[in-house]
């Protein structure tokens, strides 16, 4: 398993962007963004499997961008668009293999420690 550290979240209004990092100790193949808000499940954001493939929810396709620098280890998340429904803790996530659809949180092993997003009206 390799460590994941966060970093990025913040506060912004409605309409704002933001850029979330995670840093990872060693390459995994499958890496994600999860979210989770207070009194709701954990949900997928987005996800990068291999090089090209990339997986995103249908309530963040057109708003949220994810990308990773393989030579840093570092996976990104660019977050345009904000909308307060965006608000939660943000978690990365690595795993070795995914299945098709990639944004299934049980296939994901390690996870970081969150990074709070929060935006307003």
């Known amino acids: 398993q390799v460590q994941l550290v966060e970093s990025g979240g913040g506060s912004v209004q409605a309409g704002g962007s933001l850029r979330l990092s995670c840093a990872a100790s060693?390459?995994?193949?499958?890496m994600g963004w999860f979210r989770q808000a207070p009194g709701k499940e954990r949900e997928g954001v987005a996800a990068?499997?291999?090089?090209?493939?990339?997986s995103y929810a249908d309530s963040v396709k057109g708003r949220f961008t994810i990308s990773k620098d393989t030579a840093k280890n570092t996976l990104y998340l660019q977050m345009n668009s904000l909308k307060p429904e965006d608000t939660a803790m943000y978690y990365c996530?690595?795993?070795?293999?995914?299945?098709?659809?990639?944004?299934?949180?049980?296939?994901?092993?390690?996870w970081g420690q969150g990074t709070q997003v929060t935006v307003s009206s």
């Open positions: 996530a690595g795993g070795v293999s995914c299945r098709i659809g990639y944004l299934h949180s049980t296939d994901f092993g390690s």
């Open positions: 060693g390459y995994t193949y499958c």
């Open positions: 990068t499997a291999g090089d090209y493939i990339r």
